[in-house]
């Protein structure tokens, strides 16, 4: 090994570890970034980033460029997949003034080209093709080979390298756990969308297993859509499950609104959705997960994001608190692990709470229509 051994190597160059390496630096930590790809790049579309997020990209000094390329919604809104018939709201314009943080709206793409810019001027070391294989703990630093046989080295690994991370096996021996549901999604021109929400809200459409979320995407030039629903093909069995022939079926009883909204939601690619279990297990030794390593969650809070850029923030603080490396990573884990469970697990609930059907359905309807906007109990404890 060759190179200067840096504070912090990171594994995973998306979100949560571009973000992790850049809180880093910016509280004096030398950092490497490993990146299994090619390219620095995020796939997918639309991210909502919640005020406990901004607040973090506020101080790295990163609010002014996401305002420029996103777009801050008046409101976050459910309605009746069924009906079309707004069932409660949220308005977001008053925030800051809660919570210390807008609630932004873009695109993924946007945000990470944000970070790499940033990262790149905080003199953060980028590398790409770097695969991690063999992760080795000596006691005084980590070690990792990679698959192209490069060897890297850090003071301390946080792998921030998703869902299926290569270095959760060494701390948890679990397996990602299915929901049955599937995920289309994508942003196109905004023209391209006949039937469209209010271009300054974001707008989920519920209904007995299926949802439908719309909203604008950079300046409102591009809009945004994700179609979910739960697979019957899953349900029984079969290998290839969640085409888009499940796709029209499932929103076929919707109103027109949502109907007509499925039609221009991209067809050729889909993500089955997967969380796993929550753990207390994130850090041995100098080893530390965050971001979906730690914690996938399913979407319905839209916090994966938003809680990776919580963990960039906690465990950066921890590190350059002075402590001894794995002390330090002890003491974020104790911090993080309980709020990220309780949002795990908040999610789950979420879901069964907008895909119910029948009088259950109804019960839930009769409750929202009866809540006051200005209510903050729900989210109060997430954004706060």
């Given at each position: ?78 309605a009746h997949a069924g009906t079309g018939r707004e069932l ?81 096996p060494l701390l948890v021996a679990d397996e990602p756990v ?207």
């Amino acid at each position: 090994m060759t190179q200067t051994v840096p504070d912090v190597l990171v594994v995973g160059g998306g979100i949560g570890g571009l973000t992790t390496a850049l809180c880093a630096a910016r509280r004096g930590l030398s950092v490497r970034v490993l990146e299994q790809a090619a390219t620095y790049g995020e796939i997918g579309a639309g991210i909502q980033l919640a005020p406990n997020a901004t607040r973090v990209l506020g101080r790295l000094g990163l609010l002014d460029r996401l305002r420029d390329v996103g777009v801050l919604p008046r409101r976050l809104v459910l309605a009746h997949a069924g009906t079309g018939r707004e069932l409660t709201h949220l308005p977001l314009t008053d925030l800051p003034r809660r919570y210390g943080g807008p609630y932004v709206v873009l695109h993924r793409s946007d945000l990470l080209a944000a970070l790499l810019d940033a990262c790149r001027a905080a003199g953060v070391a980028l590398e790409t093709g770097a695969r991690a294989g063999e992760v080795t703990d000596t006691g005084g630093r980590v070690e990792v080979r990679c698959t192209d046989g490069r060897e890297f080295a850090g003071g301390v690994l946080l792998a921030a390298d998703g869902l299926h991370s290569r270095i959760r096996p060494l701390l948890v021996a679990d397996e990602p756990v299915c929901s049955g549901y599937v995920a289309y999604r994508g942003a196109v021109p905004l023209e391209r969308v006949a039937h469209r929400s209010d271009l300054d809200d974001v707008v989920v459409f519920v209904g007995p297993g299926r949802h439908l979320v719309q909203y604008p995407l950079r300046a409102r030039t591009l809009y945004n859509q994700v179609a979910v629903f739960r697979s019957p093909g899953f349900a029984r069995g079969e290998a290839d499950w969640g085409g888009p022939d499940e796709l029209d079926a499932a929103f076929a009883g919707s109103c027109e609104h949502v109907r007509g909204a499925i039609t221009a939601v991209g067809r050729d690619a889909r993500w089955p959705m997967y969380d796993r279990p929550p753990t207390e297990h994130w850090v041995t030794g100098r080893i530390g997960l965050l971001g979906d390593a730690a914690h996938p969650m399913l979407q319905y809070l839209a916090q994966g994001a938003c809680q990776a850029v919580e963990d960039a923030d906690a465990v950066t603080d921890a590190l350059a608190s002075g402590a001894p490396a794995a002390e330090a990573l002890r003491r974020y884990a104790e911090r993080r692990a309980p709020r990220a469970a309780r949002v795990q697990t908040t999610a789950r609930r979420w879901g069964e709470l907008w895909h119910l059907d029948g009088a259950e359905a109804g019960a839930r309807d009769a409750l929202l229509l009866g809540r006051d906007p200005d209510d903050h109990d729900h989210v109060g404890w997430l954004y706060g």
